[in-house]
């Protein structure tokens, strides 16, 4: 069974970091491209990064492009977006997503992050 | 604001059948495959329809998609209370070299 559990969402203050983590099973994680998509509260959905199944080739949202950074390792089966420079305007739940055939076909439950003073 | 448009709410009684809009342009409809999503009440999204029309294993065929140039529609028959759900449509932009979505219509099963 195909899962994906997102962790590290909390409160932080304006200008601060988070790392979020998604821990990948069931599937072959290293051969899948992966996303990162987030949803403002009461908002829609608004994709963020995604990253190539090797890790050497990622690409971002305009408006996170430079304070935001997706990664993975492989070994671990774990996929990461470090969060930096944090804007209230950041409050979202953030999911990750399996990339099949370059769309996004498997969500997590998500994580919360908050920025807020 | 988001770069394809869909009505921000539709309904329907149980058993008819109901249609989401979701307008795009060349760079995005126009040139790619089109994708939609349902959104349960607090839970995660889930692909419900990909490559314009095509059905992932375990969505039942009342849910069909379609797309017609700058266009792409999601119908909804039979619809029953469970169906009531916030559905996104989604496609890859080439000018914006991003994912875009829709803003999300909101079905009320009446």
């Known amino acids: 069974e195909v899962q994906l559990v997102e962790s590290g969402g909390g409160l932080v203050q304006p200008g601060g970091s988070l790392r979020l983590s998604c821990a990948a099973s069931?599937?072959?994680?290293?051969?899948?491209?992966m996303h990162w998509v987030r949803q403002a509260p009461g908002k829609g959905l608004v994709w963020v990064s995604r990253?190539?199944?090797?890790?050497?080739?990622?690409s971002y949202a305009d408006s996170v492009k430079g304070r935001f950074t997706i990664s993975r390792d492989n070994a671990k089966n774990t996929l990461y977006l470090q969060l930096n420079s944090l804007r209230a305007e950041d409050t979202a739940a953030y999911y990750c997503a399996r990339s099949y055939d370059a769309y996004m076909d498997f969500w997590g439950k998500g994580t919360t992050v908050t920025v807020s003073s | 604001q988001s770069v394809l448009t869909q009505p921000p709410s539709a309904s329907g009684t149980p058993g008819q059948r109901v249609t989401i809009s979701c307008s795009g342009s060349?760079?995005?409809?126009?040139?790619?495959?089109v994708y939609w999503y349902q959104q349960l009440p607090g839970t995660a999204p889930k692909l419900l329809i990909y490559k314009n029309d095509q059905w992932p294993s375990g969505v039942p065929d009342r849910f069909s998609g379609s797309r017609s140039g700058t266009s792409a529609s999601l119908a909804i028959s039979g619809l029953r209370s469970e169906d009531e759900a916030d559905y996104y449509c989604a496609s890859w932009d080439d000018s914006l070299g991003a994912w875009v979505f829709g803003g999300g219509t909101k079905l009320t099963v009446l």
């Open positions: 060349i760079s995005n409809i126009g040139s790619d495959y």
């Open positions: 990253i190539n199944s090797d890790g050497r080739s990622t």
């Open positions: 069931g599937f072959t994680f290293s051969s899948h491209w």
